[in-house]
């Protein structure tokens, strides 16, 4: 067996080839099927526009992986190695992708908290069933109270009409209130299904693997896609009586993370809901097998992809396999050995007439000339699914989110784009001072062979006897060079360059553990100055994560919630508020604060202000902060008497101090007790 090995241009070339025979392929069949014709026409014209139009996405999305993984592009790689140069690469790039991840992370997936919040609107609309209810609540209690004065002045009965009128303007206050308390319940019900929705379908962790995407141009989030999937539940034995465990089918809605590789916006398009978008994923054979009696699938063309996959493969080439596979670490003859199918996912506007020749009814398809949002399916030439966009607003089911948005693109750019120019001259300097030092290390030596006829390596303390010169010159039989050390300039050009980088990517070294801090960041308070100034990079990333993704994600999900009829007692005037740029202060420093407002606030003229009830707050909050159980912490208990000595609150007309119950003597001062007061008599002096 002879193995034949290929480089990236005859790889590249094959697949060109492959390319133009499935195009040819598809042609004959597009020919001999004019029933689905129309429709597969439009999304593979669609698909081919698409695809060209991000040639020069592709080249730069693949450069930032490379640069970001520490290698060179391969021409710059082949002239550094021409030159027979060091070809060491400093990873900045990489170290600073690594910690913005983390950072922000470690915003937005803090412990006991979520990324967002549900909140009512000043004014909510609740349903009329709610307000009907309070309504009837509050007259019932207004009026209760009215009939109680009657009782006692049964005069009051024939001026209870002009009582009513004049108490309606604090009735309807008090019916605005009740509404509001009744709309933060249904919010904070609505607020635990879809987190538990959020949980179950796997969001969060489809935006933490978003994320490095993000940083490197944009990511890219899908959701909610509905799978039956197993879930074991525990169920009592009709026979036994005993629990056992039972593994049943579940229809559930995930989210998952879409590669920015596998995205083709429109040429023209400048959002996710600007034009359309296909989507590239692959099937195996066995998972289109399973979709043959799938309601909404046409099982005629699932039947005649499996019978064209058996006869060559079903592939959409994009001419960057080869190096995709490399910059995602996998070998590069997965792009050949691959056994799955390639299929466009299309989301966008289609005629009615081609979605009724394709098969979707009159009911469904109203008017056969203006164009639906819909989503359709292609593999090879057969779509094998068509529908209506569910959402009513016609949204699709993807969010995304850039490290940049700034140039106001459908793609961004990410932060290896915005230090590449400091990485290339960090990289030239670490070049320069690796060759430098390997010449400079020892010394070289020329010896003239003519007038040293022993000739040899050059050893210490040898004696070398030499000839006279026979060309009457003085030139020595030795000579010794050294060359200029020079690295600890380039070593001052390198840390300036890698300090510029800080500026340009917004991830500071000291934000990372960075050990070089100068000036104010000698000081705690100073570095959290720094750190806070630090985090106004990050913060309009995470804003963009909070507003492009989190916001529409759950907005989607509030959306699916409300057609449920199960779900009418949730139903609420809502405002979803994704909260993850407004965690930018790191966890260490708001424990801090917090431990600071706690010993600030413990006196008794604050205590006395703030009562129990806002006294265990603030010890939740801390509980919290410090990832304990703020329950047991600070359990829910039934107050009970100071012990003496303790802060009390203040009662009218006492005296600010902190006081023990023992009563005071013709002094003034606590009998058996001192006068623990700042400031005798009580008085406290301005300013």
């Known amino acids: ?173 008090a019916i605005r209130k009740e509404i509001s308390a009744e709309a933060k319940v249904v919010a904070e019900r609505m607020k635990d299904k879809i987190h538990d929705q959020l949980v179950e379908g796997a969001f969060y962790e489809a935006l933490a693997d978003a994320i490095p995407d993000i940083i490197l141009k944009t990511g890219f989030v899908e959701g909610p896609i509905y799978r039956k999937v197993k879930s074991k539940k525990l169920q009592p034995d009709p026979l036994s009586g005993k629990m056992r465990l039972v593994v049943e089918d579940k229809i559930i809605a995930e989210y998952e993370r879409v590669s920015s590789l596998d995205i083709y916006p429109a040429p023209d398009s400048n959002g996710m809901d600007d034009g359309y978008l296909i989507k590239k994923t692959a099937y195996t054979g066995t998972q289109l097998s399973s979709l043959i009696d799938v309601p909404g699938f046409s099982e005629p063309a699932l039947r005649a992809v499996l019978q064209e996959y058996g006869k060559g493969g079903l592939k959409e080439w994009t001419g960057i396999e080869t190096e995709r596979a490399e910059a995602e670490n996998k070998d590069p003859a997965v792009a050949w050995d691959s056994t799955k199918i390639d299929c466009l996912v299309f989301y966008g506007d289609v005629q009615g007439k081609d979605l009724r020749d394709w098969g979707m009814t009159d009911q469904e398809i109203k008017d056969p000339d203006i164009f639906y949002s819909a989503q359709t399916w292609l593999i090879g030439n057969h779509v094998i699914k068509a529908m209506l966009n569910p959402d009513p607003l016609g949204r699709k089911n993807i969010y995304k989110a850039s490290f940049d948005e700034s140039d106001g693109g459908f793609w961004g750019k990410g932060l290896p784009e915005w230090i590449d120019d400091v990485q290339d001259v960090c990289n030239a300097c670490a070049r320069h001072i690796v060759n430098n030092v390997g010449m400079g290390a020892g010394p070289m030596v020329e010896i003239n062979d003519d007038r040293c006829p022993g000739g040899g390596d050059p050893q210490p303390f040898r004696v070398w006897r030499v000839t006279e010169s026979q060309m009457g010159n003085d030139a020595p039989a030795i000579r010794v060079y050294q060359i200029n050390m020079v690295a600890d300039r380039l070593m001052m050009i390198y840390e300036k360059f890698s300090g510029i980088a800080d500026e340009h990517s917004g991830v500071p070294a000291f934000a990372h553990g960075g050990q070089d801090v100068k000036g104010a960041g000698d000081t705690a308070s100073g570095l959290s100055m720094l750190m806070t100034s630090a985090a106004r990079g990050i913060k309009g990333v995470i804003k963009t994560i909070d507003w492009k993704i989190i916001e529409k994600a759950v907005e989607r999900q509030y959306d699916l919630n409300i057609e449920k009829v199960e779900n009418a007692a949730l139903v609420a005037d809502f405002k979803i508020q994704a909260k993850g740029s407004s965690s930018l202060i790191a966890k260490e420093q708001q424990a801090i ?95």
Request: contains cysteine.
């Open 1 to 173: 067996m002879v193995l034949r090995v290929l480089n990236n241009e005859q790889l590249n070339e094959i697949q060109q080839k492959e390319a133009e025979t499935q195009a040819a392929i598809r042609t004959e069949s597009q020919a001999n099927n004019p029933v689905v014709s129309s429709l597969s026409a439009y999304i593979r014209k669609c698909w081919e526009e698409a695809k060209r139009a991000k040639i020069s996405i592709e080249r730069q999305i693949l450069a930032n992986m490379r640069q970001r993984r520490g290698e060179y592009e391969p021409e710059k790689l082949a002239a550094i190695k021409a030159m027979k140069s060091s070809d060491v690469f400093m990873k900045i790039t990489g170290v600073k992708c690594r910690h913005a991840k983390d950072w922000i992370i470690d915003i937005l997936f803090q412990p006991g908290t979520k990324p967002w919040d549900i909140e009512p609107t000043p004014l909510p609309e609740v349903p009329s069933w709610i307000e009907n209810r309070v309504r009837a609540r509050v007259l019932q209690v207004k009026l209760s109270e009215l009939l109680q004065g009657a009782a006692a002045d049964p005069g009051i009965l024939q001026e209870l009409p002009a009582l009513i009128r004049q108490e309606m303007p604090s009735i309807l206050e």
């Open 593 to 687: 604060r917090r431990a600071e407002f706690l010993k600030t606030t413990q006196n008794q003229i604050d205590f006395g202000i703030m009562g129990l009830e806002g006294r265990k707050y603030l010890l939740k909050d801390t509980a919290r902060a410090l990832e304990l159980d703020a329950d047991k912490a600070v359990p829910d208990i039934a107050p009970q008497p100071p012990p003496a000595g303790a802060v009390v609150p203040l009662s009218p007309g006492s005296t600010p101090g902190l006081l023990s119950p023992e009563t005071l003597n013709a002094a003034g001062e606590p009998a058996g007790g001192k006068d623990f007061r700042l400031f005798q008599g009580g008085a406290i002096p301005n300013g």
